[in-house]
């Protein structure tokens, strides 16, 4: 089992911005592929980011590309999302996901276990 926290959510006015924070537990974190999802309402759950288990290779969504940062922390089971220019398109419950295993081939993997979310409102 992995349990996966993410915290850093909140509101922000639209240029904005913040950074999410995804903690893990559980299992061996270091050989695992991380990624970020979000989902607006109304809307289904769409791929954000990912990460490789060594942080050396990232793969982005269109629409976060030069805006958002991925990276992680192995040393303390930690992964991160750097949110920059925040726009109100944006705004959407952000989810962590863990994928065991190093294998990593972006963007269309399945992960194996997920967070609670974090709420991302960017106002207008």
């Known amino acids: 089992q992995v349990q996966l926290v993410e915290s850093g959510g909140g509101l922000v006015q639209a240029g904005g911005s913040l950074r999410l924070s995804c903690a893990a537990s559980?299992?061996?974190?270091?050989?695992?592929?991380m990624g970020w999802f979000r989902q607006a309402p109304g809307k289904e759950r769409e791929f954000v980011a990912t990460?490789?288990?060594?942080?050396?290779?990232?793969y982005y969504a269109d629409s976060v590309k030069g805006r958002f940062t991925i990276s992680r922390v192995n040393a303390k089971n930690t992964m991160y999302l750097q949110m920059n220019s925040l726009e109100p398109e944006d705004t959407a419950v952000y989810y962590c996901?863990?994928?065991?295993?190093?294998?990593?081939?972006?963007?269309?993997?399945?992960?194996?276990?997920w967070g609670q979310g974090t709420q991302v409102t960017v106002a207008s």
């Open positions: 990460i490789s288990w060594s942080g050396a290779s990232t």
């Open positions: 559980g299992r061996t974190f270091s050989r695992s592929v």
């Open positions: 996901a863990f994928k065991g295993g190093s294998t990593w081939y972006p963007p269309h993997m399945e992960y194996d276990y």
